[in-house]
């Protein structure tokens, strides 16, 4: 390795880290005041419900089985979330600029199919993803 090579590594290093010092030195600033607070009440572990097509009640934890039998296949990996699914849901206090609200939070499982190789061929994998969806509530 030249000496040229080097000091233009080094030179470049210094650069960097006099960038990300001015970086930390700039304040974060909260526009919009928002405060997390106690969680009032959480359901988990739940059993959802749904009369099928063939008039018979099915039941699965944690999720609404889907209305059409074929669909409830323990084996069919897509469809084991049901429905409707949720691994959460809760209420928590939430202030914005010092108003209070109540949010209503549901985590739950979504997914797709994504294309992956074996070998020579390609397959079809299904993804499990993490997602919460929430609402804010003014009491």
């Known amino acids: 390795m030249s000496m040229k090579y080097l000091l233009v590594l080094i030179s470049l290093c210094f650069c960097l880290s006099l960038t990300a010092q001015e970086e930390e030195k700039i304040p974060y600033k909260d526009t919009l005041g928002v405060k ?4 009032y ?3 988990s572990g739940a059993t959802g419900h749904v009369l099928d097509d063939r ?3 099915v039941s699965a934890p944690d999720r609404i089985p889907f209305n059409q039998p074929e669909y409830n296949n323990e084996y069919y990996e897509k469809y084991k979330l049901g429905l409707e699914n949720f691994k959460r849901i ?3 206090q939430v202030y914005i600029q010092d108003k209070k609200y109540i949010s209503l939070m ?6 797709y199919d994504k294309k992956v190789k074996e070998g020579k061929d390609s397959v079809m994998q299904w993804q499990y993803l ?3 969806d929430y609402y804010l509530i003014e009491p």
């Open 106 to 111: 549901i985590a739950y499982y979504k997914g």
């Open 55 to 57: 008039n018979k009640w």
């Open 130 to 132: 993490s997602w919460m």
């Open 36 to 39: 997390i607070g106690q969680v």
């Open 90 to 92: 809760f209420f928590q």
């Open 41 to 43: 009440t959480t359901l």
